[in-house]
């Protein structure tokens, strides 16, 4: 029994033994992994602190080359504002009008407000309006053109008759505007005003006188003028000596008709009338020159 525990106890104590040795091995062996591993880790450090130190210029330089092209970009910049807006290239000082016979380019200019505007600052459809509120104006249109052209095209409103008024003579057009002094003796038919103060360029007179003038010049060519109250409308002067008054409106195709008729009869009669009041075409009336 004693020689069997003994080899047994032999045996365990070798295992203790190569457990201890096995352990200090790997202890060791340990150690000098650990001492490679660490070495291992320097590396990239070391690799790293480089790549900074030779990262940095570059980061440099393309900060340095933003910096350029956006200063550069900004005195650019700059320099386009100061040519557009600096300088005279483009600022109105100018102008082309066309369309126009009685208002002069000059007064068209003055009315538009461009003198002196900058291109950018051009508002077409404004100065449109603006043109044609001038009383020899119907129309206009603006069209602008770098660097500082601008052309403005009108439409005048057309003369139909002459009204003098006050020793002056004025063209009016068929809506009874007052558009502009008359300068040039000219053909058409005269309305002597009666009453009223002197008139200016965009008052207004009667349209209805107008009209009724413009149908007499087509019926009577032989009358070079006609006179004018807002109590009796048209009137003028005939050859038989007497004052046919006719009213204001466009039904003096009528009233021609029947002042031709009454004075065919007046005549054949042997009679001469002070008047002829065609007012009022349903009840036309007369007065005697004896009466």
């Known amino acids: 029994m004693m020689g069997t525990r003994s080899p047994s106890r032999t045996h365990k104590t070798k295992r203790r033994v190569s457990s201890s040795k096995t352990k200090g091995r790997r202890k060791r062996s340990q150690r000098r992994l650990g001492r490679t591993y660490d070495s291992a880790l320097s590396l990239p450090a070391v690799a ?9 210029p570059l980061v440099g330089i393309r900060r340095v080359k933003t910096a350029f092209f956006l200063g550069l970009g900004l005195v650019l910049l700059a320099a386009l504002g100061y040519w557009l807006f600096l300088t005279d290239d483009f600022y109105v000082y100018e102008i082309t009008v066309q369309g126009n016979h009685l208002v002069s380019a000059d007064e068209i200019f003055a009315a538009s407000g461009l003198y002196g505007l900058s291109i950018f600052w051009v508002n077409p459809q404004r100065i449109a309006d603006t043109v044609a509120g001038l009383p020899g104006i119907l129309s206009a249109e603006v069209h602008c053109a770098l660097p500082d052209r601008v052309t403005i095209t009108v ?3 057309e003369p139909q008759v002459v009204w003098q008024r006050a020793g002056t003579r004025w063209l009016v057009d068929e809506q009874g505007t007052v558009l502009t002094a008359q300068t040039e003796s000219g053909g058409g038919l005269v309305i002597e005003d009666q009453d009223g103060g002197p008139l200016h360029p965009g008052d207004r007179v009667d349209a209805a006188a107008v009209a009724g003038a413009l149908q007499l010049q087509e019926l009577l060519p032989e ?15 005939h050859s038989l000596g007497c004052d ?3 009213g204001s409106g466009t039904d003096m195709a009528e009233k021609v ?3 031709q008729a009454l004075v065919e009869q007046l005549a054949a009669s042997g009679k001469h009338p002070e008047y002829i009041d065609l007012r009022f075409k349903g009840s036309p009336c007369y007065k005697l020159s004896n009466e």
Request: proline share 3%; glycine share 6%.
């Open 257 to 259: 008709a029947i002042m």
């Open 48 to 56: 790293r602190t480089s790549a900074r130190a030779i990262g940095w």
């Open 244 to 246: 046919i008054y006719l």
């Open 223 to 237: 009358l070079s003028a006609v006179r004018y109250t807002p109590q009796t409308g048209l009137s003028f002067r």
């Open 155 to 157: 439409v005048e409103r």
